[in-house]
Structure formats: structure tokens, C-alpha cells
């Protein structure tokens, strides 16, 4: 991989640490299934931030967890299961950051979508600072400003609409899209893009000066099913952030779209499952710490 990690880096020093987290996000997501969205975005937001080093599992004032854009993450719990199981297991040896990398490969596994095996090797990092969060991609920004987010840490136009293909499982408040649906034009009507039969459904699912916090699904038609189904729906106008509308309206980002949600039927499943592998690995691999860099932390939301 050129970033010092490899497959079955803990074959050896701790042979049932892929196990142990396997095991662990099953039985949450058997409590919960929609436990699987939340660890694949907490392992985003933790590469997007120094890289992939549990740095976002970090709790406390002024830490990347307790930034604006990280109050909805979830799963933490998760990954502390896993790592008590495995201290008692492997005292010292599993990070944090490989524990999180390995456990959204399997929520993703577990919502019927593809698996692959995770380079592993990962430190945890020893900085975790809120200010540090503005590297992540805002659901308000342009096309441009996400393609230079995502080119900032090696990926292309492709990787970008491959990965935020993860919206097709899971949900978001309504404050993050009701501009939309009331007051997105200068005349206070609807964003334009919002296809008519869907803008309705939305207006009903968050009503004008409604709760902001209600949860709504990002892929309105399947969101606990990891599918090509969220690509079919950008195609229809019926992306719920504005953010994966606009991945509609940019020549190079609408090819990628039309790739996944085209009509050739059967191999679209596959072609998406492909890419988003190669693509997660890639994520996974962002200024990965290794060797001596960074500590084996003893508890994931506190460095040693
Ligand atoms: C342009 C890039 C992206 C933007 C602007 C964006 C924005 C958002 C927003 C606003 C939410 C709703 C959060 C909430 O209401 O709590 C969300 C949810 C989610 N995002 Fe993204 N995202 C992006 C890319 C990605 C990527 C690359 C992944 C993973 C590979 C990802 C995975 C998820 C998942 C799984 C959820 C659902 C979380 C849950 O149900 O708890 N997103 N995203
Ligand atoms: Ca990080
Ligand atoms: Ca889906």
C-alpha cells in the first residue's frame, strides 16, 4: 500500500483481534442495525482529521469529538467493547485506530454490502483538536470545495461520489436539509433540484419550523440496505442533503453517479461493491501512523 500498513498485521501478536471486533459489531448491530451507519461515518470523520488514528474517539472539551460536525456521531460504545474485550485478550496491542477501520468494514459486511480485508498497523494518534474538524466536508458545501477536501487527502472525483455512496445507509437530522424544502431560493421557494413527488414526502417528514433534530433517511428508499439504491435516487432529484443533490448537477460527479445508477441491470451492484472496496481502502490508508509514530492507547477516548 506505500503507507507502511498491511493485511493481517495482528496475525501473530493478537490472532483473534479481527474476531473479537467482528463478533462485537454483530452483537450490537443484531440490538441496533442502524448501529452500522454510525461506525462507517465514525471512521470517515476520524481519517478526514490527522489521518486514520482514533483521534475523534477522543472525549473531552476542545477534542474533534466535541466539534460541531462530529455531535452527531455514534458507535463509540462499540469500539470501546471492543477494545476492553481485546485489552484483557492482547493487553497493549490492538489500536483504537485498526479497531475502528475493521469494525465499518464489517457494519457495511453485516447491511449486505461488500467486505474486504483491511490493511492493519494503524497507531493512535496523541492530538485530537476541535479546530482541526473544519477539514471535514459540510453538507452546505459546493461541488468544488468538497473535491478539494477529498483531493487534500489523495482522492479523486471518483472516490468522492464512490464514498459518499455510504449515504446509502443512514439518516440525518432534518436542521442539516429544511432550508430545502422552505426557504432555499431568494422568492422562499424550494430548491429547484428537489424532484416534485419527493419534495412533498420531505415537507411531510419535516414540517416548516418543525423539530430539527427528527432523523430522516439519506437513502429514502432502503437505509439500512448498503445498495446502489441512494445513486438511483440522486439520479430522481431525491437526495435529501443538498451536498448529494449537487453530486447531480457536476458534469465529472454526475458520470460517476450515472455509473452506479445506470440501467444495466446486475452489474451495477457489483461495479459500486468494486469501487467502494478499492475506495475504502484508500480512505483507511489516509496518513496512517505506524511503526513507532503515535501509542497503543489502553482506553479508546483517552491517549495514555
Ligand atoms: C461530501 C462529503 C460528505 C458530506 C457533506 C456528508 C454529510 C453528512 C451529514 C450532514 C450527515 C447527517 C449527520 C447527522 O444528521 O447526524 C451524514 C451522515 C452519514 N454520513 Fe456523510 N457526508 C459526506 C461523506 C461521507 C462519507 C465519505 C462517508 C463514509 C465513507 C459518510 C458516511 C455517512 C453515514 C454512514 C451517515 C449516516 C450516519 C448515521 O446514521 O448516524 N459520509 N453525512
Ligand atoms: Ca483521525
Ligand atoms: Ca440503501
Redesign the pocket.
Known amino acids: 500500500q506505500g503507507s507502511g500498513l498491511h493485511n493481517g498485521f495482528y496475525s501473530s501478536s493478537c490472532p483473534k483481534a479481527e474476531a473479537v471486533v467482528r463478533s462485537t459489531v454483530e452483537s450490537h448491530f443484531n440490538n441496533d442495525s442502524?448501529?452500522?451507519?454510525?461506525?462507517?461515518?465514525l471512521?470517515?470523520?476520524d481519517c478526514?482529521v490527522q489521518g486514520c488514528d482514533g483521534s475523534v474517539l477522543i472525549s473531552g472539551s476542545s477534542t474533534e469529538r466535541s466539534a460541531l460536525?462530529n455531535?452527531?456521531?455514534?458507535?463509540f460504545e462499540v469500539i470501546d467493547d471492543a477494545k476492553a474485550q481485546l485489552e484483557s485478550l492482547c493487553p497493549g496491542v490492538v489500536s483504537c485506530a485498526d479497531i475502528l477501520a475493521l469494525a465499518?468494514r464489517d457494519a457495511v459486511d453485516l447491511s449486505d454490502g461488500p467486505s474486504w480485508t483491511v490493511p492493519t498497523g494503524r497507531r493512535d494518534g496523541r492530538v485530537s483538536l476541535s479546530s482541526q474538524a473544519s477539514n471535514?466536508?459540510?453538507?452546505?458545501?459546493s461541488i468544488a470545495a468538497?473535491r478539494q477536501?477529498?483531493a487534500a487527502k489523495g482522492l479523486d472525483d471518483n472516490d468522492?461520489v464512490t464514498?459518499?455512496?455510504?449515504?446509502?445507509?443512514?439518516?440525518?437530522?432534518c436542521?442539516?436539509?429544511q432550508y430545502r424544502l422552505y426557504n432555499f431560493t431568494v422568492t422562499g421557494s424550494a430548491d429547484p433540484t428537489i424532484s416534485q413527488s419527493f419534495l412533498a414526502q420531505l415537507q411531510a417528514l419535516c414540517p416548516r419550523n418543525g423539530d430539527g433534530s427528527k432523523?430522516v433517511a439519506?437513502d429514502i428508499d432502503s437505509?439500512t440496505k448498503f445498495d446502489v439504491s441512494f445513486f438511483k435516487n440522486v439520479q430522481d432529484g431525491k437526495g435529501v442533503?443538498e451536498?448529494?443533490q449537487r453530486l447531480w448537477g457536476d458534469a465529472a460527479t454526475r458520470s460517476v453517479v450515472e455509473k452506479y445508477a445506470g440501467n444495466i441491470r446486475g452489474l451495477l451492484g457489483l461495479r459500486f461493491d468494486y469501487e467502494f472496496r478499492k475506495?475504502?481502502i484508500k480512505?483507511s490508508s489516509i496518513e496512517a501512523k505506524t511503526g513507532s509514530d503515535g501509542e497503543i492507547r489502553k482506553i479508546c477516548s483517552k491517549i495514555n
Do not use: C, N, W, Y
Open positions: 442502524t448501529v452500522a451507519a454510525g461506525l462507517l461515518r471512521h470517515f470523520h478526514f460536525p455531535l452527531g456521531l455514534r458507535g465499518a471535514l466536508p459540510s453538507p452546505f458545501e468538497q477536501k477529498f468522492l464514498l459518499v455512496g455510504a449515504h446509502t445507509i443512514g439518516q440525518t437530522d436542521l442539516f436539509f432523523r439519506l437505509q442533503l451536498s448529494d475506495a475504502m480512505m
